[in-house]
């Protein structure tokens, strides 16, 4: 079932990466069964944006940032990169978009090779690309190291172990940045972080994004940090999106209930604020193999109703920046709500289930 | 600097169940020795709850592990450690192996590492019920039952007879903390309880512990790297830096009124939800001394952004602000607060702009 298309989140001219009703479902082993990791999901990245994704652990969020990079290829839907469909092209047509989407980790130290100098481990990409000859790629390797701060003399020839949590970090971000990507996905990129270092690698990340003309996909549990650096921020929920808005929007009068809770649950630094603990996200998250039917959320919404059970609210836009999947939105205030139906789609992607 | 000053104790509003005094930890390596924990003095209440704050490195779990007795051989412990008046230091582990479960428990980082995978979750909670306190069978099942009920575990029944894998990252925190729980110690200690979980389960557990410390009247500490998490849910903060406590405050004066320049730097560097997107972050300019290394003066000197010439000569030592005598901070140009009357630290040079 497409989302929307009419009033798809974001405008369509400054379009990078678009994404049409993408689905990824992994089989279970040794049965028949599926897990549905993402589950419809439209949405777009604008260049030169900053999008943030939250969701708890489980949520499809780091799925669907692999999945735009064919990491794995997606069950259906579209990705379409410049109008391109990545879904449809193979692996060696592919090869030549991998140079303008790349991706950094959560895990800085695991995700470099512990045999390679930081010099290789950087100008690696160049070299499977074929690009320059080896003194241009050496320039260009030392010329990325600076960039996110590290002096190529003394760091080129260290190898990881030799690197704190942060330096890694800067080393992955550099190997992303050595191809000039449009996009790049940065999944958990600060979690793994010390509160200092991980403020040194946002405000790096925001540098990059200005001195790069970067668009950055920024996968986070971590609200505050998606606040800090998002331009929007889309909220996804069991392999669907509930809500998609700039952060001032989204944070000030969050319109669906998992949004809210989400938030309240944040421990505020500042005393006698004690994070609230909502008791119906006490339930866990019911299991992606058979996910509740209409609105996934509703096994853990205190607003459910039958309507919930019955019919999947569809992403609709509520304010001017803000999209919600949700039958009984809390914002605008429920009195003065003009109820905006999803029916109105001008489906581009021609795969509305009706 | 050996001892403190000996009216530097942080004094705990009442009779303290576990007392530190001059503690020092030390590591043999083949370089030679390095040192976690210098010269540290506390005491803690018996139904106090302390939060220890620090980054990586900066000694926070060490004195906890030290305070238990859980180092590894290598390691050298000097000072004294009392509970209830009795000596830990000379203990041996046979020994201390009767006041672990009884007088100190402690709930581990990580929830997936800390159960054996193998044995049903019912078995594991009985065997501290049957090596300390000697129950039969059936009481210890019983006593289980009723465990698993107090950390809002839901279904107790099923849950016994399951198997780790079966639950959640949530549900297997509240099974450890039942079994921290078990033998009804004095002091919980809880090292990043909620750093694996994600932020609506954090809050959950975190009101579990604070609820479960006051309601049981026991004394807790604990470690985390995350101020939002002290703000809601401790009495008295410690910051850690560099094997040193920096700075000790009742929790809501550490928040209105620091004084101690790293910690100022800490609480900048997290995003903050008020604050506008974007925000660029206050960082902490290089990385915390090597613990190997011989410092005089302030360990954080190099790093400060109101260092003076007698930083650097002269380690400050932990002393109580006239205002508050339960405010204590190392620092000789400590930052003015408006109510205050301290030095008012001139900045030399500004904090160094990346």
């Known amino acids: ?287 992606p193999i058979h996910p509740p039917s209409g609105c996934r959320f509703r096994t853990r919404c205190p607003l459910a109703t039958e309507r919930c059970a019955a019919e999947e609210p569809q992403l609709v836009r509520v304010d001017a920046d803000q999209f919600v999947a949700c039958h009984y939105p809390l914002w605008p205030a429920p009195k003065t709500r003009e109820y905006v139906p999803a029916s109105s789609t001008r489906s581009s992607n021609a795969s509305t289930a009706e | 600097m050996t001892t403190e000053l000996a009216e530097g104790n942080p004094e705990s509003p009442d009779e303290p169940v576990i007392r530190v005094s001059d503690l020092r930890t030390t590591f043999r390596e083949r370089s030679g020795e390095t040192t976690v924990l210098d010269g540290v003095t506390l005491n803690l209440g018996s139904r106090e709850a302390l939060g220890i704050v620090g980054e990586s490195g900066s000694g926070k779990s060490m004195l906890v592990r030290s305070i238990m007795g859980l180092l590894p051989r290598t390691a050298k412990r000097t000072g004294e450690v009392t509970y209830r008046g009795r000596d830990l230091v000379g203990l041996d582990s046979r020994a201390l192996r009767e006041l672990w479960g009884t007088a100190m428990a402690m709930v581990p980082q990580d929830p997936m590492l800390s159960l054996n995978p193998v044995r049903r979750i019912g078995s594991q909670l009985m065997e501290p019920l049957f090596l300390h306190l000697k129950l039969g069978k059936v009481a210890a099942h019983q006593r289980v039952l009723e465990l698993m009920g107090m950390v809002g575990l839901p279904d107790p029944e099923r849950r016994f007879t399951e198997y780790p894998h079966q639950l959640s990252g949530g549900m297997r925190q509240r099974v450890l903390i039942a079994a921290a729980l078990a033998c009804g110690p004095q002091v919980l ?112 000197a190099s790093r400060c952004p109101y260092v003076q010439d007698k930083c650097r000569e002269a380690e400050p030592p932990l002393v109580a602000w006239e205002e508050d005598q339960n405010h204590l901070y190392r620092c000789w140009f400590p930052i003015e607060q408006s109510a205050s009357v301290g030095p008012v630290p001139v900045p030399v040079r500004e904090p160094s702009v990346p």
């Open chain 1, 1 to 287: 079932m497409t989302e929307l298309s009419d009033e798809r989140p974001g405008p369509q001219d400054e379009t990078l990466l678009r994404i049409d009703d993408l689905v990824v479902n992994y089989p279970v082993p040794h049965s028949d069964q599926k897990v549905h990791a993402v589950s419809g999901v439209s949405l777009e990245v604008k260049r030169g944006e900053t999008l943030g994704l939250v969701g708890e652990s489980g949520c499809g969020k780091s799925t669907l940032g692999r999945a735009l990079l064919q990491l794995p290829r997606p069950t259906s839907g579209a990705v379409s990169y410049e109008g391109v469909d990545l879904t449809r092209l193979r692996e060696r047509e592919l090869r030549k978009y991998r140079s303008s989407l790349q991706m950094i980790f959560q895990d800085p130290i695991a995700s470099l090779n512990p045999r390679w100098s930081v010099a290789r481990i950087v100008s690696d990409p160049l070299a499977v690309h074929d690009r320059g000859t080896r003194q241009q790629r050496r320039e260009k390797t030392a010329e990325v190291l600076s960039a996110v701060g590290l002096d190529p003399s003394t760091m080129q020839e260290r190898r990881p172990h030799q690197l704190s949590g942060g330096q890694s970090q800067r080393v992955a971000i550099a190997r992303a940045l050595v191809l000039e990507p449009a996009l790049i996905v940065c999944d958990e990129p600060v979690s793994a972080l010390d509160v200092s270092v991980q403020a040194q690698i946002l405000n790096l990340l925001e540098d990059m994004k200005d001195r790069y003309d970067l668009s950055l996909l920024f996968i986070s549990h971590d609200l505050a940090v998606v606040h800090n650096i998002s331009d929007r921020v889309a909220v996804m929920y069991l392999g669907k999106l509930c809500e998609v808005g700039t952060p001032d929007a989204i944070f000030k009068h969050p319109a669906h209930p998992y949004t809210q809770a989400l938030i309240r649950s944040i421990p505020v630094p500042s005393p006698g604020a004690a994070p609230e603990a909502d008791e119906h996200l006490a339930a866990d998250l019911p299991s």
């Open chain 2, 189 to 300: 200690f809880a090292d990043e309880p909620t750093t694996a979980l994600d932020v609506t389960v954090q809050a959950q557990i975190l009101m579990l512990l604070r609820n479960l410390q006051q309601e049981k009247q026991m004394a807790m500490i604990l470690v985390t790297h995350d101020l939002g998490v002290v703000a809601g849910c401790t009495d008295r903060v410690i910051v850690m830096y560099a094997g040193r406590i920096v700075e000790a405050a009742p929790t809501p004066r550490l928040f209105s009124a620091m004084r101690m320049p790293y910690t100022q730097a800490l609480f900048s560097s997290i995003p903050r939800m008020d604050q506008p997107p974007h925000t660029r972050l206050e960082i902490i300019p290089g990385g915390p001394p090597d613990p190997a290394a011989r410092i005089t003066g302030c360990r954080f």
